[in-house]
C-alpha cells in the first residue's frame, strides 16, 4: 500500500514537470569582428621543444583586463597574448572598440617572443 502511494505521488509530480520547464532565452549573444572591431587572437604554435610537457601552464591562455583608462565611463579591454602582442581597445560605446595599442604606448605590444600568461588593471595613482 505504501507503495502504492509513493508511486501514484512520484507520477503526479512528474506529470507536472514539462509545464514548470521553460526555455530559457541566452544571456549572451556572439558579436562578429566586423560589428566590434574586435580582432584579437591567442595563437600558440607548439613546438618539439615549446610544448605542455616542456611548460605546464602552456594552455592557460593569455588574459584580459576591463577599466576604463579615458574616464568615459565606458568599459575598455586589454588583452594578452601567450605569443603574439597584445591589444588595448578603446570603447566607443554600443560595444564598439577601438584598436589604440601602439598609440597608447606601443610597448604595450610586449616583447617580441616573450611569453604572456596575464593581465591585471588598476588605477594607481587613483584619478579615476
Given at each position: 500500500m505504501q507503495n502504492s502511494i509513493s508511486l501514484i505521488i512520484t507520477t503526479v509530480l512528474l506529470s507536472w514537470l514539462p509545464i514548470a520547464v521553460k526555455a530559457?532565452?541566452?544571456l549572451f549573444e556572439l558579436l562578429p569582428p566586423k560589428t566590434t572591431n574586435i580582432r584579437?587572437?591567442?595563437d600558440i604554435?607548439?613546438?618539439e621543444h615549446l610544448n605542455v610537457l616542456a611548460y605546464e601552464y602552456f594552455y592557460n591562455g593569455g588574459g584580459i583586463a576591463v577599466g576604463d583608462i579615458n574616464?568615459?565611463?565606458l568599459d575598455d579591454l586589454f588583452f594578452t597574448a601567450n605569443?603574439?602582442?597584445n591589444k588595448l581597445y578603446l570603447n566607443q560605446g554600443n560595444l564598439k572598440f577601438k584598436d589604440i595599442t601602439r598609440d597608447a604606448a606601443?610597448?604595450?605590444e610586449g616583447r617580441s617572443g616573450a611569453w604572456?600568461?596575464?593581465v591585471t588593471m588598476s588605477?594607481?595613482?587613483g584619478d579615476g
Open positions: 530559457q532565452q541566452p584579437f587572437s591567442n604554435n607548439e613546438t574616464n568615459d565611463g605569443m603574439g602582442p606601443k610597448e604595450l604572456k600568461t596575464g588605477d594607481v595613482n
